[in-house]
C-alpha cells in the first residue's frame, strides 16, 4: 500500500474516531477519505481487519464500555452519546461484541480497575501487517514476560507499566525484535524494542508515514544511536529518560513525617486544597478507586509538619511477578514550605517509603528541575527518541 493510501485509511480511522455517534454510513466514511464505497469498504477491511460499519460498531461500543465502567450514568444516556436510539438497539449490539448485557457487563466490573488495555483494538496492528508480510503477530503476555525474564530491571518500566497497561499489540520479524503499536484519539504511537541501533533505524524507516508519532527505546548510549540514525539518513532526538533507582534508604532528618493517604485524611486534604489552590485529584483517587485512571496502584502520599498536611506526593505502583516499581509522580507543596531543602526531603521522603515496602522507585524526566534523579542515585535505564 503506498503512502497516499495509507494517509487516506488513517484519515477514516480518525474520522470515525471522531464521528462515531453520528448517523454514519459507508458513503459518508469513503466521501471523507475520497474513495468510492465499494472499492473502500474492501480496502478498510483488508487493512485494518473490520468493514467500515465493524468498526464503527466497535468504535461506539468500545466508548460506551469505558462510560460504563467509569460511570454511574443512565444506560440509555450513554446508548444515545455513542450513537444508538434505542436502549434496545444498543443492548442487542452490545451483547453480541461483550457477551454481557451493558448492565450484567456494569455489575461485572464493579471493582475491576479499568485499563487502557481493555478498550485496544489491533486495527493498526493489523494494517502494518498487511503491508508488510515479513512481521507476524506476537502476543503482548508473552512480550512481557520475555523482557522481564531476560532484565527487569533494564526493561521492567516499558514491560509493565506501558505494554501491560496500555494493551500494546506486537509485532515481531524473524530476528526477535518488536515493534509495539498503541492507539490514543486519534494519534497512533509506535515503540520500537530492540537491542539493535541498526534495526531500530531500519524500523523506523518503515514506520515513516504510517504512524502520526513515532517513538523508540533503546537501553543503551545516546551518542551511538543518535549516530547511526543519522547513518540511515534520520534525525533522532532524545525526548523522555526513565530512570530507576536501586539503592537503600536515603539519610534524612525527622523534621517531618510521610505516610499514605486514606479515606480518613479527606478534612486534612480539603484543607491542603484550600491553601494550594487543587486537591491533585486525591480526593478521588481516595473515594473511587476504580475510576478510569485511577487504579488502585495510585497511592497518594501525605507530608505532615506537626499534623499539618503540608504536601502530597503522587506515586503509582506497578507489579507482575513479584517485581514492584513505583512511579515519583511529583509533588504538591504549599507555597510556603517551597524551596529547594524541603523539595529534597519530601522526594526522600517518598523514596524511603517506596524502598521501606519492597517497591523500587522509578521517574520519568524531560527536563530537570528542583528534582535531579542523579543526584539520589538513580540511574537512566531507557532513553525514548523522536525521529523527525
Not at 474492501?42 to 464500555?65: I, P, Q, W
Not at 480497575?113 to 501487517?129: C, E, H, S
Request: net charge negative.
Amino acid at each position: 500500500m503506498n503512502t497516499e493510501t495509507q494517509n487516506l485509511i488513517s484519515k477514516a480511522i480518525s474520522y470515525i474516531r471522531s464521528s462515531y455517534a453520528d448517523d454514519l454510513t459507508i458513503a459518508d466514511v469513503a466521501d471523507h477519505a475520497g474513495f468510492c464505497t465499494d472499492y473502500f469498504n474492501r480496502l478498510f477491511r483488508a487493512r485494518t481487519g473490520f468493514t467500515v460499519m465493524e468498526y464503527v460498531r466497535f468504535t461506539r461500543l468500545s466508548r460506551a464500555a469505558v462510560l460504563l465502567r467509569s460511570t454511574s450514568r443512565d444506560i440509555t444516556d450513554i446508548a444515545f452519546e455513542c450513537g444508538y436510539e434505542t436502549h434496545e438497539s444498543f443492548t442487542r449490539a452490545f451483547g453480541s461484541l461483550y457477551g454481557r448485557s451493558p448492565s450484567e457487563y456494569r455489575s461485572y466490573y464493579e471493582n475491576v480497575p479499568l485499563t487502557y488495555a481493555d478498550i485496544a483494538d489491533k486495527t493498526n496492528a493489523v494494517r502494518f501487517l498487511h503491508d508488510h508480510p515479513a512481521f507476524h503477530p506476537v502476543d503482548t503476555a508473552v512480550v512481557v514476560d520475555e523482557l522481564l525474564q531476560k532484565d527487569a530491571i533494564r526493561y521492567g518500566i516499558n514491560a509493565i507499566v506501558m505494554y501491560e497497561y496500555n494493551g500494546t499489540q506486537f509485532v515481531s520479524d524473524k530476528d526477535g525484535s518488536y515493534i509495539g503499536m498503541d492507539t490514543f484519539g486519534n494519534s497512533v504511537y509506535a515503540d520500537i524494542v530492540s537491542d539493535d541501533p541498526a534495526k531500530i533505524a531500519e524500523y523506523v524507516r518503515l514506520l515513516r508515514g504510517f504512524a502520526e508519532g513515532t517513538s523508540f527505546s533503546l537501553p543503551g548510549e545516546e551518542a551511538d544511536v543518535v549516530r547511526t540514525m543519522g547513518e540511515y539518513g534520520i534525525l533522532a532526538e532524545p525526548s523522555v529518560c526513565w530512570w530507576m533507582y536501586r539503592g537503600d534508604i536515603l539519610p534524612h532528618t525527622p523534621e517531618f513525617t510521610l505516610r499514605p493517604l486514606t479515606v480518613d485524611d479527606l478534612p486534612a486534604v480539603k484543607a491542603f486544597a484550600a491553601e494550594y489552590g487543587s486537591d491533585w485529584k486525591v480526593c478521588e483517587s481516595l473515594t473511587q478507586r476504580d475510576v478510569y485512571h485511577n487504579a488502585r496502584g495510585d497511592e497518594p502520599l501525605g507530608i505532615y509538619d506537626n499534623g499539618e498536611l503540608i504536601a502530597i506526593f503522587r506515586t503509582m505502583i506497578y507489579g507482575k511477578y513479584g517485581f514492584r516499581i513505583g512511579e515519583l509522580e511529583g509533588a504538591a507543596v504549599l507555597s510556603r514550605y517551597k524551596n529547594a531543602a524541603f523539595t529534597r526531603e519530601a522526594y526522600t521522603l517518598a523514596i524511603n517509603h517506596l524502598v521501606g515496602n519492597g517497591v523500587m522507585p522509578f521517574c520519568c524526566t524531560q527536563e530537570e528541575g528542583d528534582f535531579n534523579p542523579a543526584d539520589y542515585g538513580f540511574d537512566v535505564v531507557n532513553i525514548v527518541y523522536t525521529a523527525k
